[in-house]
């Protein structure tokens, strides 16, 4: 059947609309779609065929019917039947080229159907005029080319309403003929009339076929052609190839991409192995002998441009007999891409600030060492490190001179391992390092000790020395964890055993620092069901005035008598409720009872509580002053304790709370005054209304001067900023006497008594208030 030309299918296939399928065009449309274009295109190449049928059948009617009609009838008849259908040819065949594509004029049907109208009824006017007048011969010969022009419309059978409307113009035409005065035997008109049904049958059944046939032709071509031209822009600016190999794995056709990739023209590559010429991979060579479809196969490839990674997708072909012929598929350069993945992994597994590995490759790098560990019996090692005084860096001297410190660090920890470990930074101040090897455990123990030499040696950054400290944490893996998370936590838990040891030291785990850890576990659970069950209590030890000795106040010390550890020390339990985030609540329970316990009390009597730094949050002066409200204790008969780890995290909020603290009439006494590295410039701050003096200093006042002479600064100090000072742990006689001669305000310690219950200091303040408590 007919098929457009390769432009006329361009034409065609340009004007389709996004996703639109060519098929839904439809005969009676006005407008131009890829069947209408294909329609007119065959119909102006059958207009010659149609237009001289047409003249040679009228010029046979002419020459049979000579001198049966008039001779310039019949010559003019004949020359008006060729001069419309010249006319209706050419106009055809314009029409297939003006009127196809976006840009065509649309051609109405009816105007293709008028055409045909006005051609059948020039052609028939003429036979059906002169008709009745013939004789029974020329009635004959009339009549049979009439059916016989009928039978003409094969010409117009690529649009189905114009062949319908040519042969209902000739059926209608025969018909009124032989109604009109036909002198033929009624067999004669038979036959014409069962000739032209037949022909009326055949030519609308082949018109529908050749209609359905434009249709699948247009589809096909349609389709063909934007494949065609989709994989054409695929090879000129996609960043792929396209390959085809026979059943031998030979190259039956490659896109010049891969020519071009090579380096090797493709005359040179067609008819070679796929699989050699793409470096001899092994795995290529198997998928294709499984005979299997494959995708994203990615290997190296060796060029003049240097190495260079593609990836492959390829799919069997396969013969209509089911007869295994090659492969076809699609190729891949992406370097590009393997070159990002590699940044990205490197970004993911490297530290931003120091360039070590991170955290998540410092457990990569432990799991690689565990597993060569266990498998060679040879015991590898993971130190965890953490420095020593690194917050002060940032909060004195700024974040870029910290950093700056870290990248120090890093470089230094590095020189010290070398290439007999990998360090990493966990974060913050936290480092790691993982030792493959340690089977020479003298070897470690040694390399932690250069490492805390080389980190306590003063870092100069822009001018500025800067001195911090190192403490270390090590364990041996399989021997104390045999994964990866049971090395660290007890690398974490010698960790913490150094930094609980003093600081800039090393340890390594031990069966005895597990079960302390286990022990600390308990004990955190015990705190929070002592809290539940309220088995803490106050104790409270007196204060006296140094004037007259009498009786002031109170500092309220927590207590706690475990059911079965019995009585568990301050020390032992503070920790690890501030650790374990249980500071909020037993501090609150401390405020409670300190001011339930004053509010017994008469007037002059103070209760002093002391305030962990995990306790200074925004929450504290809403917790206090609610507390003061039940109990209808006026704020100066509170004071709060703190000690200058209180302003190592964050200064300015923590000065912020005691501001507020302050302003609820609550004293502020700062604790262990002179034991720390940054008091004096907060005294400024109008938030301490007293100085607590350390026991250290007061007990060894007697052997050492240099003590007294602190003492008398310390007094001084407070008087310039108008706060009174507390003298702790007075023991003997002799230190009470130089402490009142010093200026102390206020003496606490033992020589006046100890933590007292609750009863026993409410009889202190009833009972003996106003005498002498050292009488």
Known sequence: MYEAP???????????????????????????????????????QLAPFFAIASIVAAVLFGAGLWG?????????????????????????????????????????????IGDVVIRAAVWLSLPLYVFPTLDTASQVIAGTLIAGVGIAGLGLIVIFSSALAWMIAFTAGLSAALLMGSTMAFQQMIAMQFVLGVAIVGVLTVARWAAGQLKTNADMGSQSESASLLLQEYEQRGVGWLWQIDSENRVF?????????????????????????????????????????????????????????????????????????????VGLDITDVRHTQERLTHLANVDVLSGLP??????????????AATAGNVPCAIMFLDLDGFKPVNDTFGHPKGD?????????????????????????DEFAIVIPDAQSRRKVEQMADRIIVAIAEPFSIDGTEIRIGVSVGCAFGPIDGATVDDLILKADLALYQAKDAGRGVVRYFSSELQSEQEDRVRLEADIRAALESRQFHLAFQPLVSAKN????????????????????????????????????????????????????????????????????????????????????????????????GVFIDSSSRSLDILGRLRALGVGIALDDFGTGYSSIGYLNKAVFHKLKIDGSFVRDAGTRPGNVAIIKSIVALAKD?????????????????????????????????KPLSYERANQLVTGLGARKLAS
């Open 68 to 112: 049966s009609v008039s001779p310039a009838w019949l010559l003019g008849w004949v020359a008006g039947v060729g001069a419309v259908n010249y006319l209706a040819m050419r106009w055809s065949q314009s029409q297939a080229v003006t009127c196809v594509g976006r840009s065509g004029k649309p051609v109405p049907p009816a105007l293709m």
């Open 721 to 753: 900023f108008r706060m009174s000072v507390t003298a702790e742990g007075v023991e003997t006689a002799e230190d009470f006497e130089r402490m009142r001669e010093l200026g102390c305000d206020t003496i606490q310690g033992y020589l006046f008594g």
């Open 6 to 44: 390769d432009r006329y299918k361009r034409m065609i296939a340009a004007r389709l609309p996004d996703g639109e399928s060519p098929g839904l065009a439809r005969d009676n449309g006005a407008g131009s779609s890829p069947l209408r274009d294909v329609q007119l295109i065959a119909r102006g």
């Open 253 to 329: 056709y490659v896109s010049s991409r891969l020519s071009s990739l090579v380096g090797r023209p493709s005359t040179q590559i067609l008819g070679h192995s796929l699989p050699a010429l793409l470096g001899g991979n092994s795995e290529l060579g198997r998928v294709l002998l499984d005979k299997q479809a494959f995708s994203n196969l990615e290997m190296e490839l060796k060029t003049a441009r240097g190495n260079r990674w593609i990836s492959l997708s390829g799919d069997p072909i396969i013969d209509t007999a089911g007869r295994f012929e090659g492969f076809r598929g």
């Open 404 to 428: 700056a410190v870290l990248q120090a660090v890093a470089k230094r920890l590095c020189d010290e391992v070398s290439s007999d470990g990998h360090v990493g930074r966990l974060g913050g």
């Open 549 to 644: 000795q009498k009786l002031v106040g109170f500092e309220a010390l927590v207590r706690w008598n475990h059911p079965k550890r019995g009585f568990v020390p301050p020390n032992v339990f503070i920790p690890v409720a501030e650790e374990c985030g249980l500071m909020g609540p037993l501090g609150d329970f401390i405020i409670e009872e300190a001011c339930r316990a004053a509010a017994t009390w008469p007037e002059p009597i103070t209760v002093a509580l002391n305030v962990s730094p995990k306790q200074i949050l925004p929450s504290l002066p809403t917790v206090l002053s609610q507390a003061l409200a039940r109990y209808k204790l006026p704020g100066n008969r509170i004071e709060l304790e703190v000690t200058e």
């Open 358 to 371: 991170n955290r998540g490759r410092v457990r990569q790098l432990l799991g690689e060492a565990l597993r």
